[in-house]
């Protein structure tokens, strides 16, 4: 047992340049690094990117170290990943202010995984997006591995995709093996296994930050793309009744709510997961035995296992994740 007491952690971002990315992220008040800023890791337990712990007695610790100190009791019974050691899941904010490559992620069992690494299965829940906005979001019907091999082949890869017209509020599941790109013009929450991986099938043949086209990954995209379809689900997320939970994403990695907070709602944690909230638009407090803290959109809380009750009031739309 730990002396410290349980209280929702929140985190100073990772921040990466990415070709496709801008500067929409300070519009939730972040502080940027000069270039185009594509991505936030907000809560992040990989090589390439830990967050540390920005409030509280636990401060200036990595979230590698919480879990190392304190993961059984703050993550919960099954908040561990058995496979690597370490926090299941990676919460990102996405900035696309142009269009990111195509691209497929392997599932846990690929044999061409990196050591250490996972597969990567997400859901994307839509905080912005300009008029006209569309992502891709899987294969056309009936298209074979020959079809999209030859696709690729013949730099017409764009004719076998699905594109799919989206706006705020817009919930999408990916499963591993669903080939997708989210478009220009979105913001995005994006819940992910805890994962790095990504295989590039066509960027645009455009040029990298370096200035030299990007790797692409044909033969390991070819191999892990799931033909018949992976089980991607998508949905409109508006009929969220005030302080109720609506599902909008459930995967054997994490289950994803949508909840509409007016007034005041009373919560509580179980000891078989931590809960993760991102707060999605507006303002409010988040309160426990012991404290509270203003919370506002664009904010992100890891909210230990072990914490038990807590309370959300104000005008807000968070969402929780928990392992199930």
């Not at 906005?133 to 995709?161: C, H, N, T």
């Amino acid at each position: 047992m730990t002396l410290v007491q349980a209280y929702p952690l929140q985190f100073q971002p990772e921040m990466k340049e990415r070709v496709w990315g801008g500067r929409a992220l300070e519009g939730f008040g972040l502080t940027l690094p000069e270039g185009a800023i594509g991505e936030g890791w907000m809560i992040g337990d990989h090589p390439n990117g830990t967050t540390k712990v920005v409030n509280g007695e636990l401060a200036g610790l990595g979230l590698d170290v919480i879990r190392e100190k304190y993961g059984r009791e703050f993550f919960g019974t099954k908040g561990f990943s058995e496979r690597n050691g370490r926090f299941p899941l990676l919460i990102k904010l996405l900035d696309c202010n142009d269009d990111l490559s195509i691209q497929v992620h392997p599932t846990d069992d690929y044999e061409g995984l990196p050591e250490g690494e996972l597969g990567k299965t997400e859901m994307w829940y839509i905080l912005d997006a300009k008029p006209g906005a569309k992502i891709i979001y899987g294969l056309k019907e009936g298209i074979d591995r020959p079809q999209l091999a030859a696709a690729i082949e013949e730099d017409r890869v764009m004719d076998v995709l699905q594109e799919v017209p989206v706006e705020a509020g817009d919930a999408f599941y990916i499963p591993a093996g669903t080939v997708h790109a989210l478009c220009a013009g979105v913001v995005v929450a994006e819940i992910q296994q805890n994962s790095d991986t990504t295989y590039r099938v066509f960027d645009y043949n455009r040029p990298g930050l370096d200035g030299k086209p990007r790797e692409l990954h044909v033969e390991d995209s070819l191999n892990v793309t799931a033909y018949e379809g992976a089980g991607a689900t998508r949905m409109k997320t508006d009929n969220a009744a005030p302080n109720e939970w609506l599902q909008i994403a459930s995967s054997p990695y994490f289950i994803v709510d949508k909840g509409v907070v007016r007034g005041s709602w009373k919560l509580s944690t179980t000891p078989e997961s931590f809960v993760i909230l991102v707060v999605a638009d507006g303002t409010g407090t988040l309160s426990w035995d012991g404290g509270s803290q203003d919370i506002k959109a664009g904010e992100c809380f890891l909210v230990p296992a072990s914490l038990g009750g807590y309370e959300l009031s104000g005008e807000l739309t968070v969402l929780r994740s928990v392992t199930p």
